[in-house]
């Protein structure tokens, strides 16, 4: 395929070139304290939390919205850092080959939808995942980057064109348009709000400034576009590594869970999660997931929903144009 080779090498160039011209000279310290008042709020209005957009009932009456989502990663973290080990490689490898399958039998069991975020090479490298995903039909695609990149150390016109063109494999790829879109690391460039309002996605989903879904607002604008929130507590990455120095046995973080989804549940909001397989994917982790899927499914009027479908419910109940 010509666009992902020539998006690929060209990719590999930057991170190289990038890698060579660092200088081991110390920076200038920049005094913030010396800031004009105009300089804060230049930065902080770049993304802002908008308007509240949490309904006064979810459908059929529910109480809270239950949103599942998988960052189908794979072997593309691996080169988050210059050239991976091929013993990185195969433990991404064990998100397309084992993890996905077990991921979505424990939800076909229960019948529930998830939204599933793929960087566009991680699908190129194992295209079989979209037939297991599909299933369940009620699962959504959505747009995760072109390689898990790190988009603030990407030229802006690089951004826009791997941006544009992981939507448009994802597409190819699944017959299916994505309409969401989760940034790499939950990390916004100085270009990427122009660039998701260019490429006009429904909603977005890496910011953290609330619990509740919200109205991003861009450069002081209200910008048409859902934010469904996510947040590191409710991540398995960095709570799951057992190579990391904030390792949590699963059993532990499934109380952290619940005691999460209770005060949602109380509040009326929403509850979102964000998982990946090769992570939760195994065995002992499977067994949590589960089991927090049980104890959601205990409780009344609870909406298991997909981040499109919470978005698309939320903007029409706020008559967001």
Known sequence: MKVFTSLFLSLLLFSCD????????EEPVDQKWTWETERFEKAVNQVR???????????????????????VDNETVAWWDGEPTISDLSRGEYGSRVALRRVV??????????????????????????????????????????????NTRVPAD??????????????????????????????????????????????????????RPYELVINGKPSGIVELPVEWILDDAPLLNPRGNNYANPRELLEVLKDEFDVAYDEGTMFLMTMHPHIS????????????????????????ATHQEAAEYVKAQAGLQ
């Open 158 to 211: 690089k951004e826009r064109e791997m941006v544009i063109n992981a939507k448009k494999m994802l597409t190819e790829l699944t017959g299916e348009t994505p309409v969401g879109y989760r940034a790499p690391s939950w990390n916004f460039s100085a270009a990427t709000p122009a660039i998701i309002q260019e490429v006009g996605f429904l909603y977005e989903s890496s910011m953290m400034s609330d619990d």
């Open 18 to 25: 990038y890698n060579t011209q660092q200088v081991a000279t």
């Open 281 to 304: 994917g195994h065995r002992s982790r499977i067994v949590a997931l589960e089991e927090l899927i049980r104890y959601i499914q205990s409780k009344d009027k609870v909406w298991f």
């Open 49 to 71: 939390a908008g308007r509240d957009l949490t309904p006064k009932t979810w459908p059929n009456g529910a109480k809270v919205a239950v949103l599942l989502s998988f960052d």
């Open 105 to 150: 039998d424990l939800l076909e069991k229960h019948n529930v939808p998830a939204s599933f975020f793929i960087p566009a090479l991680s699908l190129h490298l194992a295209p079989q995942m979209a037939d297991e995903i599909k299933r369940l039909p009620r699962h959504e695609f959505a747009v995760h980057g072109w390689i898990h990149e790190r």
